[in-house]
């Protein structure tokens, strides 16, 4: 069983390493800037980042995030004034490449391999001092062009095979955890084991998962072979039965002995939509009965059916990231949570043109901790406030009090977060003594 992810990083090492980084990010840049010119009375740097508040209770928190934007050679001569790359190094202590591991980004050819951008995110998170999620190595979007001509029932074993010891044994004893596999199961396709219908399974067959977790323990031992999956959040009857058909494979796979510790629940929520409930905590709670981690793997959330200006769409997204990571980081088997990009300026709802992005009003989405602008979001507070909330703190941030909890509908104006330096934390109880 690989080591977990606070026990080879050790909390006191995680708290550390985040400090320094945090410092490192308290920069005078134009994100310091940003904040002080806008009057926000919101502190987001340094103590008062995700990353220290996470790091202060032994958890993980990042983003999706893409090498190409980010200043890494700045970063590495310590002169960046990049305020995404800032952005990125102040708040995240685990980070994961959006697309630049995926087949369609490392196979420009059958034969050839393009590691660049890849190896750009790696470099970036060893300065940062960030941990990395593998994201992914077997799933049945972002192909290559060639993959439909190229692949047969004759090579597609040995492709994945090889794919998968390339890839994986590069980057060995680098990655937090690897997505090996990515969305395999679709009731709706209808087959009694509940798995997707896709080039894999069709080439391969259905052990093709049990062989890309089996291929990938070899390649890198000690990462945390995930399985990663969408819509297993909610009550609806859809997706309660995705979410059960998901724990079947999960069973059937401990079952068999296949080398697997963590679930992904993407947690692509929805402002308008029913809130996930019971079922999600009897999923995370029957996952850790059978070994596993979970971590929230892509988190975002939609507003693109949701009426109003961008103060009630704050708002709705804003609690939703209060109740969803309220619930699920109280679980002691949820270590990790990482959003789907940091900034609305980057986020894949706002570049798509697909119906389920696209807002009536033709505005654009907010679904992260930080802006178009890079500021940050009503969210950014949830967040903090959700993590602060989940377990009691390893060793407080300093100068940096809990955040309270928010009411997101009074955060937009004026853009005050309760928790920052200038609150004093609560008194301490008085001790009582035997009367
Ligand atoms: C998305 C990326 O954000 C986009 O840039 C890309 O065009 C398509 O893929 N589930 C996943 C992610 O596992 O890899 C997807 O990422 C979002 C849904």
């Given at each position: 069983?690989a080591?977990?992810?606070?026990?080879?990083?050790?909390?006191r090492?995680?708290?550390k390493?985040?400090?320094a980084?945090?410092a490192?990010?308290?920069l005078p840049?134009?994100?310091r800037?940003?904040?002080?010119d806008?009057g926000f009375p919101m502190r987001?740097?340094g103590?008062?980042?995700?990353r220290?508040?996470?790091a202060?209770?032994g958890?993980?928190f990042?983003s999706?995030?893409?090498?190409?934007?980010?200043?890494?050679?700045?970063?590495?001569?310590?002169n960046?004034i990049d305020?995404?790359t800032?952005l990125i190094?102040g708040?995240?202590n685990?980070?994961v490449?959006?697309d630049?591991?995926k087949?369609?980004?490392?196979r420009?050819?059958?034969?050839?391999?393009d590691?660049?951008p890849?190896d750009?995110l790696?470099?970036?998170?060893?300065l940062a001092?960030?941990r990395?999620r593998?994201h992914n190595?077997c799933?049945?979007?972002?192909l290559?062009a060639?993959f439909?001509?190229v692949?047969?029932?004759e090579n597609?074993?040995?492709?994945?095979v090889?794919?998968i010891?390339?890839v994986?044994?590069?980057?060995?004893g680098?990655?937090?955890s690897?997505?090996v596999v990515?969305e395999?199961?679709?009731p709706m396709?209808g087959?009694p084991d509940?798995?997707?219908?896709?080039?894999?399974l069709?080439?391969?067959?259905?052990?093709y998962i049990?062989?890309?977790f089996?291929?990938?323990a070899v390649a890198?031992?000690g990462a945390?072979l995930t399985y990663?999956?969408?819509?297993?959040e909610?009550?609806?009857l859809e997706q309660?039965m995705k979410r059960?058909?998901v724990?079947?494979l999960?069973?059937?796979?401990k079952?068999?002995g296949?080398p697997?510790?963590?679930?992904?629940?993407?947690?692509h929520?929805k402002?308008?939509g029913?809130e996930p409930g019971?079922g999600l905590l009897t999923?995370?709670r029957?996952?850790g009965?059978i070994g596993?981690?979970?971590y929230?793997t892509?988190?975002d959330v939609?507003?693109?059916?949701?009426?109003g200006?961008?103060?009630?769409?704050?708002?709705a997204?804003?609690?939703v990231?209060?109740d969803?990571l309220g619930?699920v980081?109280?679980?002691?088997?949820?270590?990790?949570?990482?959003?789907?990009?940091?900034?609305s300026a980057?986020?894949?709802?706002n570049?798509s043109?697909?119906?389920?992005?696209r807002?009536?009003d033709?505005?654009?989405?907010?679904?992260?901790p930080?802006d178009?602008?890079?500021r940050p979001?009503?969210a950014?507070?949830?967040?903090?406030?959700?993590?602060?909330?989940?377990?009691?703190?390893?060793?407080?941030?300093?100068?940096?009090?809990?955040?309270?909890a928010?009411?997101?509908?009074?955060?937009?104006q004026?853009?005050?977060v309760p928790?920052?330096?200038?609150v004093?934390?609560?008194a301490?109880?008085?001790?009582t003594?035997?009367?």
């Amino acid at each position: 069983m690989a080591e977990t992810g606070t026990s080879r990083w050790t909390r006191r090492k995680l708290v550390k390493v985040s400090l320094a980084a945090a410092a490192a990010a308290a920069l005078p840049g134009p994100l310091r800037a940003a904040e002080a010119d806008a009057g926000f009375p919101m502190r987001v740097n340094g103590p008062d980042s995700l990353r220290a508040h996470a790091a202060a209770r032994g958890l993980l928190f990042g983003s999706a995030v893409n090498p190409a934007l980010l200043d890494v050679e700045g970063l590495e001569a310590g002169n960046t004034i990049d305020a995404y790359t800032q952005l990125i190094a102040g708040q995240a202590n685990i980070v994961v490449a959006e697309d630049a591991m995926k087949w369609a980004a490392l196979r420009p050819t059958p034969l050839a391999f393009d590691f660049a951008p890849a190896d750009r995110l790696m470099r970036f998170a060893a300065l940062a001092q960030q941990r990395v999620r593998g994201h992914n190595l077997c799933w049945h979007q972002a192909l290559p062009a060639w993959f439909n001509t190229v692949v047969t029932r004759e090579n597609a074993r040995r492709l994945l095979v090889e794919h998968i010891q390339t890839v994986a044994g590069r980057y060995r004893g680098q990655i937090h955890s690897w997505d090996v596999v990515n969305e395999a199961v679709e009731p709706m396709d209808g087959r009694p084991d509940g798995l997707r219908k896709t080039p894999w399974l069709e080439m391969v067959g259905p052990d093709y998962i049990e062989l890309a977790f089996q291929t990938a323990a070899v390649a890198d031992p000690g990462a945390k072979l995930t399985y990663n999956d969408y819509d297993i959040e909610l009550d609806t009857l859809e997706q309660s039965m995705k979410r059960g058909q998901v724990l079947m494979l999960l069973r059937r796979l401990k079952a068999r002995g296949v080398p697997i510790q963590a679930v992904g629940v993407q947690s692509h929520l929805k402002a308008d939509g029913p809130e996930p409930g019971a079922g999600l905590l009897t999923f995370l709670r029957e996952a850790g009965k059978i070994g596993l981690e979970v971590y929230i793997t892509e988190m975002d959330v939609n507003t693109c059916r949701l009426e109003g200006g961008p103060i009630v769409q704050d708002a709705a997204v804003a609690r939703v990231y209060r109740d969803y990571l309220g619930m699920v980081l109280a679980e002691p088997n949820v270590p990790v949570a990482l959003t789907w990009g940091i900034t609305s300026a980057h986020s894949w709802l706002n570049q798509s043109k697909e119906p389920w992005v696209r807002r009536a009003d033709g505005a654009r989405q907010r679904p992260l901790p930080f802006d178009d602008d890079l500021r940050p979001t009503p969210a950014f507070g949830s967040i903090r406030s959700a993590i602060d909330a989940a377990r009691p703190a390893v060793q407080a941030a300093p100068t940096s009090a809990p955040t309270p909890a928010i009411d997101p509908g009074s955060l937009y104006q004026p853009f005050s977060v309760p928790g920052s330096p200038t609150v004093p934390p609560p008194a301490p109880a008085a001790p009582t003594g035997p009367s």
